[in-house]
C-alpha cells in the first residue's frame, strides 16, 4: 500500500532547463495538490486537480504547469526552471476537496542553479 | 476568511511533560481546522480536525485538541511527551475546500 509516490525524490537543474515532477496515487482519491515549501513560508498550494479532468490554480502558479493524466496520477511540470524556485515539493492527494484530509508524498527536492 | 495563528516559533519540552502547540483562530462563519504533523525530511499527515460536534477531539498518536469558542482557540495536547513527537506541527484553517498551511510550530522533546 504506497500511498502517495512522488519521482524524483532529489534533482539538480541548471536554470532555463525543463522537468517534470510525477506523483501518483493509489487510494482511488479524487482529488490532488502540489505545494511548494520553503524555509519561513510554509507550504504554499500551487496547483490542485479537484477530480479528474480539472485542474485550478493555488497561491503560486507561476512558472508550473500541471496534468492530471488519469485518476491516480498528478504531474508537474517547470518549462524553463528559474533559481525561485529551488524548493521542496510535495504532492497530496484527498478523496474530495471537502474532506480536508490530506495524504502527502514523501517530496522532490529541487535546486536551480 | 478564516486564519489562524500559532503564536510560539518554537516548543521545548521535556520528554514525559504534557506537550501544547497552540492555535489561535479567527473566522466567519463555522471553522473547519486541522492539525497536521511533519516529522524530519517527510512528508505531512494528517493528526485531527474540527468540523462540527464535540468540541475535544481526539486524533492520532495520542494526541487531542480541544475547540474553544469563546477563546478562539484549538490547541493541540497530548499528556506525555515522547522524543520521537519532535517534528513541525501545523494548525491548519480550510478556505473555501483548500487548506492554507502556514509555517507551522516546531516542537522539540528534550530527553
Known amino acids: 500500500n504506497a500511498g502517495v509516490t512522488q519521482t524524483p525524490k532529489f534533482q539538480v537543474l541548471k536554470t532555463g532547463q525543463s522537468m517534470t515532477l510525477q506523483c501518483a496515487q493509489d487510494m482511488n482519491h479524487n482529488s490532488m495538490y502540489w505545494y511548494r515549501q520553503d524555509p519561513g513560508m510554509g507550504l504554499r498550494l500551487i496547483y490542485y486537480?479537484?477530480?479528474?479532468?480539472?485542474?485550478d490554480k493555488g497561491e503560486v502558479p507561476n512558472g508550473y504547469n500541471v496534468s492530471r493524466l488519469n485518476k491516480r496520477e498528478f504531474s508537474l511540470r517547470l518549462e524553463s526552471a528559474a533559481p525561485s524556485q529551488t524548493s521542496v515539493y510535495f504532492c497530496?492527494?484527498?478523496?474530495?476537496?471537502?474532506?480536508?484530509?490530506?495524504?502527502f508524498g514523501e517530496g522532490s527536492r529541487l535546486t536551480v542553479l | 476568511a478564516q486564519s489562524v495563528a500559532q503564536p510560539e516559533d518554537q516548543v521545548n519540552v521535556a520528554e514525559g511533560n504534557p506537550l501544547t502547540v497552540k492555535c489561535t483562530y479567527s473566522?466567519?462563519?463555522?471553522?473547519?481546522l486541522f492539525w497536521y504533523v511533519q516529522y524530519p525530511n517527510r512528508g505531512l499527515q494528517f493528526l485531527l480536525k474540527y468540523i462540527t460536534g464535540d468540541n475535544l477531539v481526539k486524533g492520532s498518536y495520542g494526541f487531542e485538541a480541544e475547540f474553544n469558542k469563546s477563546q478562539t482557540s484549538f490547541h493541540l495536547k497530548k499528556p506525555s511527551a515522547l522524543v520521537s513527537d519532535s517534528a513541525l506541527y501545523f494548525c491548519v484553517p480550510d478556505r473555501n475546500n483548500r487548506l492554507a498551511f502556514g509555517k507551522g510550530n516546531q516542537v522539540v522533546v528534550i530527553p
Open positions: 486537480s479537484a477530480s479528474e479532468g480539472t485542474t
Open positions: 497530496a492527494s484527498s478523496l474530495t476537496v471537502e474532506t480536508g484530509e490530506l495524504f
Open positions: 473566522v466567519s462563519g463555522n471553522p473547519y
